[in-house]
């Protein structure tokens, strides 16, 4: 993951953070897949099946670049979703889950766009980024837009997504504390 103080992809080995990537995009899928179980509208149910397609999509682009570049993939034991969800507690509601998954996609989102700009950033990976930004956005949009349709019943929408966006602090904390011992 980029993180909060705007780390870059190190274009000489890009391969750890491209696997970050990856695995994001793996645990992404399932975390959709549990959500578009508990779906309570047509609507919801139609974006998050388009989601879960650009999960899996997102995940074959970065394998492909991973590859491209030389790399390998590998596991990820503790991807950045599940640090935002130890950080947040068991998601209990489908709106916890939507919470959580704004606050990734939007991290996603603010990431990609820092990296796509680094003039060295090798086109292996400039080229998948540039399609999954677009994907993110609409991710972000889809969510916010569920969210508030959501508040107008539940009026501790906005406590929620504090909340969620607070697991994400303390997992990019985690993130970055960890590539800075491994040298990534």
Same mark, same amino acid.
């Given at each position: 993951?980029?993180?909060?103080?705007?780390?870059?992809?190190?274009?000489?080995?890009?391969?750890?953070?491209?696997?970050?990537?990856?695995? *994001?995009?793996?645990?992404?899928?399932?975390? =959709?897949?549990?959500? *578009?179980?508990?779906?309570?509208?047509?609507?919801?149910?139609?974006?998050?099946?388009?989601?879960?397609?650009?999960? *899996?999509?997102?995940?074959?682009?970065?394998?492909?670049?991973?590859?491209?570049?030389?790399?390998?993939?590998?596991?990820?034991?503790?991807?950045?979703? *599940?640090?935002?969800?130890?950080?947040?507690?068991?998601?209990?509601?489908?709106?916890?889950?939507?919470?959580?998954?704004?606050?990734?996609?939007?991290?996603?989102?603010?990431?990609?766009?820092?990296?796509?700009?680094?003039?060295?950033?090798?086109?292996?990976?400039?080229?998948?980024?540039?399609?999954?930004?677009?994907?993110?956005?609409?991710?972000?949009?889809? =969510?916010?837009?569920?969210?508030?349709?959501?508040?107008?019943?539940?009026?501790?929408?906005?406590? =929620?997504?504090?909340?969620?966006?607070?697991?994400?602090?303390?997992?990019?904390?985690?993130?970055?504390?960890?590539?800075?011992?491994?040298?990534?």
């Amino acid at each position: 993951m980029i993180t909060s103080t705007g780390r870059r992809i190190d274009p000489e080995d890009p391969v750890w953070m491209l696997n970050q990537y990856r695995a *994001a995009e793996v645990h992404g899928a399932g975390a =959709i897949m549990r959500m *578009a179980r508990l779906a309570d509208t047509a609507k919801l149910r139609s974006d998050l099946s388009r989601h879960l397609r650009d999960e *899996a999509v997102h995940a074959w682009l970065w394998t492909k670049a991973i590859e491209e570049l030389g790399g390998e993939v590998v596991d990820v034991p503790q991807p950045y979703q *599940a640090r935002l969800s130890a950080h947040f507690g068991i998601p209990k509601t489908l709106t916890d889950m939507l919470a959580l998954t704004l606050a990734s996609e939007k991290r996603g989102l603010a990431e990609y766009e820092l990296h796509v700009g680094q003039d060295d950033l090798p086109q292996a990976i400039r080229r998948p980024m540039k399609a999954i930004i677009r994907d993110e956005a609409w991710h972000v949009s889809y =969510i916010e837009e569920a969210l508030q349709e959501r508040a107008r019943e539940d009026k501790r929408i906005d406590e =929620i997504i504090a909340r969620a966006e607070q697991a994400d602090v303390l997992a990019v904390a985690e993130l970055e504390a960890e590539a800075a011992t491994a040298g990534g």
